[in-house]
């Protein structure tokens, strides 16, 4: 096994990485250390927890030299703000015995402090899409002197709609630079993008693509509805063992505080969430409690939690089914890092049956489907996202059936009033309540 002494790394860094205790490079920092020092562009195709990170800053910091001028000559650019926090920590930690000046630049914070230190002078920027742009735009950031660029998870940053933000970051850019790309994913939309802004680039790519790091214990539970679903969770926090970093996945910023509020009785403590909603010292706050144990659950959107390494994740749970089966490996890659074992639970409902289809298919593996736990309590309440479509037919349009069950989310009296219609409706709204409100045995 080869150790970082023989991959060409300067005393100082060595010093760092002594520090940090890591000996060993991990395969894709072995790999890419020849091709990014090279200097040719180069594309990685690697999950988060295989020590990309790394993998990009060593090279990229062996070569970096000591320099007063003012503009950045390495930009980095991720898609979330943590991710940013998260990247100028790694670069801190190695450069602890190197003169090298970082800064990292989000959107939602003071601008003009970002301008001052922008201005004060800087070697590395890392930043967001947007913030980039806007200090572009006024002018006190110049992208001139860049030599080195690195678009970090690209596939993420294509996902949340920064496709235009990124092309023009690439247009402005001086075309003589070294590029890097990052993706999880390889897919049509990245590949575009490489064709049309990479120069004959290396590919390092380490594992075949969709497959999920087979350190991860995947399993599921079907599950009927939102309700019964905050019965198992409940259920697994009280009873699972080892269930004690879950990081919990969730598609809205509204099913994240929705659950949040469901689980304030029995865990009052015990529990964080983070979405783009929340401030950004809310945010920090969340991972800080969550990394430190405080929290032992923290719900997440997929937008926020998307690069976070937060060590020696025990669970991540699925809470409902991701639209996009690559967002199930990312989703299942937080926990099982840096060689560590790692579980994975998906609570899936009958409508989200095609998606697992599609995420096994992508994995070329079955999920295996555990039972529910006896005793486990099957609610039958929908909520007013569950209630089935129906068509009306004296409208012809498609109209969301309002089934006034006390569902979890209730309706203020005056909206149910609307809502029901008059008495023909309510007896056809009985009648359907009847039909799809059934409980359902496991
Ligand atoms: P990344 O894939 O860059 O998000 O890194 C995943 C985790 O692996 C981080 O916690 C890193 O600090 C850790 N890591 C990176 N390189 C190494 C290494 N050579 N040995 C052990 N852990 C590492």
């Known amino acids: 096994m080869i150790t970082f002494k023989d991959l060409n790394l300067s005393k100082q860094l060595l010093r760092a990485l002594d520090d940090i205790g890591f000996e060993n490079p991990t395969p894709i920092q072995e790999k890419a250390f020849p091709i990014i020092s090279s200097g040719t562009d180069a594309v990685g195709i690697a999950q988060t927890g295989t020590g990309k990170t790394f993998a990009y800053l060593l090279p990229i910091l062996r070569q970096l030299t000591y320099s007063e001028q003012r503009q950045p000559r390495v930009l980095i650019v991720v898609p979330t703000r943590e991710l940013v926090a998260q990247v100028v920590g790694e670069i801190e930690k190695l450069t602890k015995y190197m003169n090298v000046r970082c800064y990292g630049v989000y959107g939602a914070s003071n601008i003009n402090t970002q301008k001052q230190k922008v201005y004060d002078g800087l070697d590395i920027l890392v ?7 806007d200090l572009t735009l006024s002018r006190t950031l110049q992208l001139g002197s860049v030599k080195k660029l690195v678009i970090d998870e690209v596939d993420e940053m294509l996902n949340l709609g920064f496709r235009a933000q990124l ?3 690439l247009d402005i850019l001086p075309p003589k630079r070294q590029t890097l790309l990052f993706s999880a994913t390889l897919n049509e939309d990245v590949e575009l993008m490489i064709s049309k802004y990479f120069n004959k680039p290396e590919y390092i790519e380490l594992i075949s693509r969709g497959t999920p790091l087979e350190k991860i214990i995947q399993h599921a539970y079907f599950v009927p509805n939102f309700n019964t679903k905050i019965n198992l969770l409940k259920w697994l926090l009280h009873k699972e063992k080892g269930f004690s970093k879950v990081l919990l996945f969730v598609k809205s910023k509204k099913i994240a505080d929705d659950i949040s509020l469901a689980l304030e009785e029995d865990f009052p403590t015990e529990i964080g969430v983070i979405h783009s909603n929340k ?3 809310q945010r920090f706050s969340a991972v800080k409690y969550f990394d430190e144990g405080v929290h032992r659950l923290l719900i ?7 690069g976070l390494d937060i060590p020696n994740v025990t669970h991540v749970v699925n809470f409902d089914i991701p639209k996009e089966a690559s967002a199930y490996i990312h989703r299942i890659g937080r926990t099982g890092r840096a060689d560590k074992a790692g579980n994975s639970i998906s609570f899936i409902t009958d409508l989200e049956k095609p998606l697992q289809v599609a995420i096994e298919t992508l994995m070329n593996k079955k999920i295996p489907i555990l039972k529910l736990p006896k005793g486990l309590e099957i609610s039958d309440e929908l909520t007013k996202d569950e209630i089935p479509v129906t068509r009306d037919k004296n409208l012809g349009k498609a109209k ?5 069950t006390g569902a979890f989310h209730e309706k203020k009296d005056k909206n149910k009033k609307e809502q029901l219609g008059g008495k023909r409706s309510q007896e056809k709204l009985r009648r359907l309540k009847v039909k799809y ?3 359902r045995k496991f």
Not at 127 to 133: E, F, V
Not at 400 to 404: D, E, F, R
């Open 127 to 133: 930043a967001t899409p947007g913030r980039l742009i």
């Open 167 to 169: 092309t023009q970051i």
């Open 279 to 281: 401030s950004q010292p």
């Open 300 to 306: 997440a959107t997929d937008v926020i939690a998307r």
């Open 400 to 404: 969301k059936l309002v089934i006034p």
């Open 437 to 439: 409100i059934s409980k």
